[in-house]
């Protein structure tokens, strides 16, 4: 399980430091895309795997499920770290995630986060006032 907020920097060649804490977990292959609300999305392979076998079973006829699925998986690339820990970014996805300099690279359960420190602070700063209106919504999953 992946947890925790870090903040860190994108270099000059598109690298960046993935927490210490979330190496392991991610292993020596994992799978970096375009995510929801300009983030980008890291799966480790099993998940990745995972999330792949449920997206095939979507309807192709439906035109939602198409766009999704050509969004979600062309922007897709298949990563590992280097010796210092870094991933390099391809550029499609910094320019997608609008990461310039400074990131924040998040947990969140079976995934790691990574935005552009600028775009986190906004989203944080927008859903704080309806945190407590989401975890009402939520009642029903048991929470």
């Known amino acids: ?4 907020e870090y903040q860190h920097s994108v270099d000059e060649k598109g690298r960046l430091i993935i927490p210490a804490k979330f190496r392991d977990a991610l292993g020596d292959s994992f799978v970096v895309t375009r995510g929801l609300d300009s983030c980008l999305f890291v ?10 076998a449920k997206l ?14 050509r969004f979600f998986f ?33 947990g969140v359960s079976n995934r790691v986060e990574i935005w552009g420190k600028e775009a986190w602070d906004t989203y944080c700063a927008q859903s704080a006032d309806s945190f407590a209106e989401l975890a009402e919504k939520l009642i029903d999953f048991d929470l």
């Open 1 to 4: 399980m992946f947890m925790g």
């Open 43 to 52: 799966y480790p392979r099993s998940e990745w795997e995972s999330l792949e």
């Open 56 to 69: 095939k079973t979507l309807p192709f006829t439906r035109a939602d499920a198409r766009a999704f699925s």
């Open 74 to 106: 062309s922007g897709a690339t298949e990563s590992d770290l280097d010796k210092q820990g870094r991933v390099n970014i391809p550029n499609h996805l910094r320019e997608y995630a609008k990461l310039t300099r400074d990131c924040v690279v998040i």
